[in-house]
């Protein structure tokens, strides 16, 4: 078994039959297992996917190995024979490609698996249809909200080439931009900068060689763990903590997006962002109008998709 992976105790029947959630983001996946009944029997982590990597052959070839393990790994705990899947990235015309791969690596016919959005699950983790809006920031950021007749609308959510706003990504991007535009105006101010010290050593180098091959070059869920170093910094460090507040307010934004196309709503803020440090919650409150609700919710999105997989069984038997 993965160190990852864990197996809830006092579950005794890990032998029947059991439902697979699975939910992709950018800087790693997560998926669990449940019973018929909705019991959580066992979760684990991968990887990180998007379905972006499908456009490339390295990249499918990285999407079908991540699935490969992680199957193996929720095989270990017994008999698979429905599974919900949300994925990053994800959009209607990769269904059959995706459906193709999933089929044979999880070896079980296409009604026993079902494809979506990770939003959409992460949704539906905090709300039923109509009755809220969820704003989530992980690597990127996008608000979400499932109406009465089970339509899925979105703002935001554009990737980090447009926008991303107030997501790991975009927190690791304004704090080297700034580094470096600070570096333009007064060589040598990073080495009184407590946050470019942050950032060059999770980078790896204070040179601007470093930074351009990290930025340019690794991953988007490699990128977005540099706000982890703005974060480690940011009670200290002013330019740290104004970043995390423009990131909560950039979160706001989306919210209000909604709020203006469907009426006001309560409003759950939810992603890994959240975990950073708490001046970007509180920041997305204070640009949120006070008669709207907001709530965080740190995002169990593998444990819904998992218990929606279960329900799945009834159908299927």
């Not at 690791?172 to 050593?201: M, Y």
Request: hydrophobic share 45%.
């Amino acid at each position: 078994m993965n160190p990852a992976d864990f197996v809830f105790p006092g579950i005794k029947d890990n032998a029947s039959a059991l439902a697979l959630g699975i939910d992709t983001g950018g800087t790693q996946t997560r998926w669990a297992l449940a019973t018929a009944n909705e019991d959580i029997i066992a979760s684990g982590t991968a990887a990180g996917l998007t379905a972006l990597q499908l456009k490339t052959q390295q990249g499918k070839q990285e999407f079908a190995q991540v699935f490969s393990d992680l199957a193996a790994a929720a095989r270990s705990h017994g008999k698979l024979q429905t599974v919900r899947v949300g994925i990053t990235g994800f959009s209607d015309d990769m269904r059959v490609v995706i459906l193709e791969m999933l089929t044979g690596i999880l070896q079980m016919p296409e009604p026993c698996i079902r494809l979506g959005t990770d939003i959409e699950i992460a949704y539906l983790d905090s709300f039923k249809p109509g009755t809220g809006y969820l704003v989530y920031a992980g690597t990127g950021s996008i608000a979400a909200y499932i109406d009465e007749a089970g339509q899925f609308h979105r703002a935001g959510g554009r990737g980090y080439l447009l926008d991303d706003g107030g997501s790991g990504f975009w927190i690791a991007r304004e704090a080297v931009r700034h580094i470096w535009r600070a570096e333009d105006e007064c060589p040598g101010a990073s080495r009184n900068s407590l946050l470019a010290q942050e950032i060059f050593k999770a980078i790896g180098g204070d040179d601007w060689d470093s930074s351009k091959d990290f930025m340019y070059h690794r991953s988007r869920g490699d990128i977005g763990k540099l706000a982890l170093a703005v974060a480690a910094c940011a009670n200290t460090d002013e330019v740290a903590a104004d970043i995390l507040k423009r990131a909560g307010q950039e979160l706001a934004r989306l919210g209000m997006a909604m709020c203006k196309r469907f009426g006001n709503k309560p409003v759950v803020l939810s992603g890994r962002v959240l975990e950073l440090h708490p001046l970007i919650a509180a920041s997305c409150r204070t640009h949120l109008p006070s008669d709207i609700s907001l709530r965080t919710s740190i995002c169990q999105a593998h444990f819904s998709a998992a218990r929606l997989a279960a329900r799945q069984l009834t159908l299927l038997s």
